[in-house]
């Protein structure tokens, strides 16, 4: 597989995360993910997901640190959401269900960081 300079990786950071925010900003008018609710949260979460994977697909060759950054701080924001969904008693089934991926990535990483 052909390996991405750092530069290059950064770019492709920005890249997703200007895109994740103008989906914020054209489908729901909102640049803050903690006002949206339900099914929104939900679309802007499995996006940020598929975003997060892709970045963690592309750095995990070379930058396996910068990648284990990536998937923890998508890892922290559904966390955030599901404390403060558990708070307000409201569903949390399907953020739960999408908080594995990060979960698994992140576990992924770490075994691939550390060769026993």
């Given amino acids: 597989m052909r390996t991405i300079s750092k530069q290059t990786s ?11 925010l103008i989906f914020l900003n054209f489908s729901y008018h909102r640049l803050n993910p903690f006002h949206l609710a339900g099914k929104q949260f939900l679309g802007f979460y499995s996006l940020l997901i598929l975003a997060t994977l892709g970045n963690v697909l592309l750095l995990r060759q070379q930058y396996s640190r910068l990648a284990g950054q990536v998937n923890l701080l998508c890892l922290l924001l559904g966390i955030a959401r599901l404390i403060q969904g558990v708070y307000h008693h409201k569903p949390v089934g399907f953020l739960l269900l999408l908080l594995l991926f990060p979960i698994i990535t992140a576990f992924r990483l770490r075994a691939r960081s550390n060769p026993a």
């Avoid at 950071?13 to 200007?18: D, E, I, R, T, Y």
């Fill in 10 to 20: 950064y770019i492709i950071l920005a890249a997703c995360v200007a895109a994740i």
